[in-house]
């Protein structure tokens, strides 16, 4: 396994990636990435700002992951909870998935890993994320990797159930 910045060449790749995590969701009865996001563009853009690192397996590409530097606008206010970190610099990842194939490999840990190590080397506190409040695999995921669940937070700041996330965060 190798984690590298992710490339314009990889974007079939990523969708295709997309394409299995979103099925996965739809069969586990979780309604998230099933309006047509994330897209193409989105990805684009995420390699384009240097924020997209994929996971490459054998030169396949297998997970992708985005990590930013904060601040995040929807990470503002926490709903039933609050920020380990308060107003502590952070980065957030987004977009995270494995490939079907590659599951059950540890992929997910090892990009998860990536973006706390990369986070911690420029000087940031904490790790922070969000997931649809019914995709157990990931919740389970984070809370394994030692994030805390601090609330909820709305996509777009926008308070809707269709924008309700849980919110994890990890203190590095």
């Given at each position: 396994?190798?984690?590298?910045?992710?490339?314009?060449?990889?974007?079939?790749?990523?969708?295709?990636?997309?394409?299995?995590?979103?099925?996965?969701?739809?069969?586990?009865?979780?309604?998230?990435?099933?309006?047509?996001?994330?897209?193409?563009?989105?990805?684009?853009?995420?390699?384009?700002?240097?924020?997209?690192?994929?996971?490459?397996?054998?030169?396949?590409?297998?997970?992708?992951?985005?990590?930013?530097?904060?601040?995040?606008?929807?990470?503002?206010?926490?709903?039933?909870?609050?920020?380990?970190?308060?107003?502590?610099?952070?980065?957030?990842?987004?977009?995270?998935?494995?490939?079907?194939?590659?599951?059950?490999?540890?992929?997910?840990?090892?990009?998860?890993?990536?973006?706390?190590?990369?986070?911690?080397?420029?000087?940031?506190?904490?790790?922070?994320?969000?997931?649809?409040?019914?995709?157990?695999?990931?919740?389970?995921?984070?809370?394994?990797?030692?994030?805390?669940?601090?609330?909820?937070?709305?996509?777009d700041n926008v308070k809707c159930l269709h924008n309700q996330r849980v919110c994890y965060e990890k203190q590095l």
């Amino acid at each position: 396994m190798m984690l590298r910045a992710a490339t314009a060449a990889d974007l079939d790749a990523i969708m295709a990636i997309v394409a299995d995590a979103q099925r996965f969701l739809k069969e586990s009865g979780v309604d998230q990435w099933q309006d047509g996001y994330p897209s193409p563009e989105i990805f684009a853009q995420d390699i384009e700002n240097g924020a997209c690192m994929v996971c490459t397996v054998d030169d396949r590409v297998a997970g992708v992951i985005a990590v930013y530097f904060g601040p995040e606008a929807c990470y503002a206010e926490v709903e039933d909870g609050k920020w380990l970190t308060d107003d502590a610099p952070y980065a957030v990842f987004h977009r995270a998935a494995v490939a079907q194939d590659y599951r059950g490999m540890g992929i997910a840990e090892d990009m998860l890993s990536y973006a706390e190590n990369f986070a911690r080397g420029h000087g940031f506190k904490s790790l922070r994320g969000d997931t649809h409040h019914n995709n157990k695999a990931m919740r389970k995921l984070l809370e394994k990797q030692g994030f805390v669940h601090c609330g909820t937070i709305y996509l777009d700041n926008v308070k809707c159930l269709h924008n309700q996330r849980v919110c994890y965060e990890k203190q590095l």
